[in-house]
């Protein structure tokens, strides 16, 4: 089975700092996605990558950033964290046809004080 | 853009009840449909997904969904819940051109024994 594995399960942070949320997976996927899932508002989308170190934004980009220099991690950055950014992180890889579904991690609840 | 709605936010039943859990999409373009489920404090699974032929697909734990193409609608079935099907379920859409899936808002079921 395909693993995609989220550094942390729950994670503080302060107002102002920059935080690093980890994602591997160890199927060689090609596309990796970063997603944050808020009540209510079901998964948006925030970054994707369909190969190294190439990205794409999504549909909430600000105030996010990405980075994947290996084919297996992909890295969501909060350049400074705000608290309209506590939320649940989800990050999702995929084989690059478009007829599979994604796998996904068991996410990163970040609260931001 | 596309968008997913899911009509119902909170459904609740009763064990054996059946179960229709509504899901719309815009998007005038051929698409890739899914479900998903989230059980309490575990990851996203993949419960079907429509790619072509056969509009009624069947997938796992005894759950289907009919895609209805002049209705935009992927509607998930099942003919009998069960307790252990208390989840909240993501209806996904991918348009073929793109990359990324698009979630709607979820919906979450509670079974009463």
Redesign the interface.
């Known amino acids: 089975d395909v693993k995609v594995t989220q550094s942390s399960r729950y994670l503080v942070k302060r107002t102002g700092e920059k935080v690093f949320l980890e994602c591997v997976q160890d199927m060689d996927h090609e596309?990796m996605?970063w997603?944050r899932q808020d009540p209510?508002?079901?998964?948006?989308?925030i970054y994707?990558s369909?190969d190294v170190k190439m990205k794409?934004k999504?549909d909430i980009p600000e105030g996010y950033s990405v980075s994947r220099e290996k084919k297996e991690r992909f890295s969501l950055i909060l350049e400074s964290a705000s608290t309209n950014q506590t939320s649940m992180y989800?990050c999702?890889s995929r084989i690059r046809d478009?007829?599979y579904?994604?796998t996904?991690?068991?996410?990163t609840r970040l609260t931001v004080v | 853009a596309q968008s997913v709605s899911q009509h119902n936010h909170h459904v609740i039943l009763s064990e054996a009840a059946s179960l229709e859990l509504g899901c719309n999409y815009s998007y005038g373009g051929t698409v890739n449909l899914f479900w998903y489920v989230q059980y309490p404090g575990q990851h996203l699974q993949l419960l079907l997904k429509y790619f072509s032929g056969d509009p009624l697909v069947k997938g796992i734990k005894g759950f289907e969904a009919e895609f209805i193409k002049s209705k935009f609608s992927f509607n998930l079935r099942k003919p009998s819940v069960q307790w252990s099907d208390t989840a909240e379920y993501f209806c996904a859409v991918n348009a073929r051109a793109g990359n990324m899936l698009t979630f709607g808002g979820g919906t979450r079921l509670m079974v009463k024994p």
Not at chain 1, 40 to 45: N, S, T, V
């Open positions: 596309n996605f997603y209510g508002l079901g998964l948006r989308l994707f369909y794409e999504g989800l999702a478009r007829s579904g994604y996904f991690g068991s996410g």
